[in-house]
């Protein structure tokens, strides 16, 4: 994450490569609702360096996520801390989530980051008196509110503010019975803490009263009540991709790169051995079903609000992950359960290196993977940025990129529109350039842009599809390698200054440049006059 300083996808869009790089943010405030967002990426803007800001909010939102949510089971005596520490290494290295490395969707990092520190804050202030009881209570409620950035964490502040029923049921007389002590729980709890009954409701109010999502983005979302079926499939989908795959991938991976899950070994068994699991007895059967029942509510809660807005993830496109950032937190809580399932065959120890052990062995393995394509990527970015801001701009403000990086024998994703678009503003300065990568769109993609553009809060404003056209292609040069051996040779030069950086570059990729039409994609004119009215 610290050397990656590449931008993906949509951080093109809101962040600033260079200071005479012109962005136009208002979009996050007039359409697409994400005020938080906005203050974030206008922060970063102005200090002039929005990379170093947003790697930095990501690294924050990890590790204080992460020592907030260990101190948080261990000061409820909810888990040990050997249980404490691995739980939380095992949220926070998941790699179903691809886009560790992504600079805009740093946020998501730090929201969730702060939605645990928020529990831990809310911990302290259930036991505390007087002005700081106060002082904690504010500030978890600030903190909980910030973490809505990211609007599916609300679903796990849910189940926070659930514990904080649970901790209240449990103070209560025994002797109520069952249904008047959970009702008096619950009364309680509202009138204890009314800031966090009604937080969400503000929250959502606020957004829909002066932040609505308008034009693409309320059409983005297609809100709807899912029938079983539905969400039978949605579900299976989101096990399939956040599971399944990516056990997948890394067994692929192991095979193919053995010598980072090797590493990721090494790591993880000097961690085990610092952590020395207790020797306790073996777990109840409750202590065993309970984080396994919860894991699979959480894993049905934290999908359904996607399922019910029409998203689903995917693994093959690394951005389509970006709605899997919180399913390391049902994988923890299985892993937990199994890991005190096993207790019962074998030592605590045992147990604890077997299921948390090769869980952080997959996951940290996969982790460096994942980052080593995100880098190869970032490199073949910069080398057709780099070579075209050596050129003279061609008479052309609409480019194709034919990208033969495509078909190399190593993985890589099509470059998306914001990428293109943004490279080439980035080398020819602020004009409204559109380029889009030739074998990801679709014949109709002018048409599309041009409808885009116009709609109401839209961030493509700046994009004009309806200029002279031009092809680029960009081929494999002399230098080009397997993403493995790019990045070890771009760590090489950058880290051990034993070759240059630009030279790497200059033998990545060949870039040449075609005027004329693009082949295979509609003149906006023939598209827009080839959609039959009743469409």
């Known amino acids: 994450m610290l050397l990656n300083d590449g931008l993906f996808m949509d951080d093109w869009l809101v962040l600033k490569p260079r200071p005479d790089y012109l962005v136009d943010i208002d979009f ?25 800001v947003m790697v930095s909010l990501a690294i924050a939102g990890i590790v204080l996520g992460a020592v907030c949510l260990m101190l948080t089971a261990i000061r409820l005596d909810l888990l040990d801390r050997a249980e404490a520490v691995g739980f ?23 929201s969730l980051g702060l939605l645990f520190i928020g529990a831990w804050l809310l911990t302290l202030a259930f036991r505390a008196r007087g002005l700081r009881r106060a002082l904690l209570r504010v ?18 502040y849910a189940f926070v503010v659930l514990g904080l029923f649970v901790a209240i049921w449990r103070g209560g007389d025994a002797a109520q019975g069952l249904a008047r002590r959970t009702w008096l729980a619950a009364w309680r709890c509202v009138l204890r803490y009314p800031e966090l009954m009604v937080l969400p409701l503000v929250y959502w109010g606020t957004l829909n009263v002066w932040f609505k999502r308008i034009g693409v983005y309320a059409q983005h979302y297609d809100a709807h009540l899912p029938t079983l079926g539905e969400l039978a499939r949605g579900w299976w989908a989101f096990f399939l991709t956040g599971y399944r795959d990516v056990a997948t991938h890394a067994i692929r991976a192991a095979i193919q790169v053995p010598a980072l899950f090797i590493a990721s070994a090494v790591l993880v068994g000097i961690v085990l051995l610092q952590l020395r699991p207790d020797t306790k007895p073996t777990a109840s059967r409750g202590a065993i079903a309970m984080p396994l029942a919860l894991a699979m509510v959480l894993f049905l809660a934290l999908s359904s609000p996607y399922l019910i807005a029409g998203l689903r993830p995917s693994s093959t496109h690394f951005y389509e992950s970006r709605h899997l950032l919180m399913f390391g937190v049902p994988l923890a809580l299985a892993l937990l359960g199994f890991k005190r399932l096993a207790e019962r065959w074998t030592t605590p120890r045992a147990a604890f290196a077997v299921m948390f ?19 190869a990527r970032t490199l073949k970015q910069q080398a057709l940025a780099r070579d075209l801001a050596g050129r003279v701009q061609p008479a052309a403000t609409v480019y194709a990129l034919d990208d033969g990086f495509f078909d190399y024998p190593s993985r890589h994703v099509p470059f998306g529109l914001a990428e293109v678009t943004g490279m080439l503003r980035l080398a020819w300065g602020n004009q409204p350039f559109f380029g889009f990568a030739l074998r990801a769109e679709r014949p109709d993609i002018l048409r599309g842009m041009d409808e885009a553009r116009k709609a109401p809060g839209s961030a493509f404003r700046h994009f004009d599809p309806s200029g002279p056209q031009a092809t680029i292609l960009l081929q494999p040069g002399p230098g080009a390698a397997p ?6 040779k771009y760590y090489v030069c950058r880290l051990l200054a034993r070759c240059d950086v630009a030279e790497l570059l200059a033998q990545l990729a060949q870039v040449t440049i075609k005027l004329g039409p693009i082949a295979g994609v509609l003149p906006l004119e023939a598209a827009s006059k080839s959609v039959t009215p009743g469409r």
Do not use: C, E
């Open 28 to 52: 996050l405030l007039n359409g697409a609702g994400h005020p938080i967002f906005y203050g974030y990426d206008t922060f970063a803007n102005w200090t002039g360096t929005p990379v170093v």
């Open 88 to 110: 939380a290494l095992i949220v926070w290295t998941y790699p179903g989530y691809q886009l560790w490395a992504g600079k805009a969707n740093a946020v998501y990092v730090f």
């Open 139 to 156: 500030a978890a409620a600030f903190v909980f509110l910030l973490s809505f950035a990211l609007n599916s964490t609300i679903v796990l």
């Open 357 to 375: 052990g090769v869980g952080l062995i997959v996951s940290i393995g996969m982790l460096w993977n994942d980052y080593v394509f995100m880098q």
């Open 483 to 488: 993403n493995q051996t790019l990045v070890r």
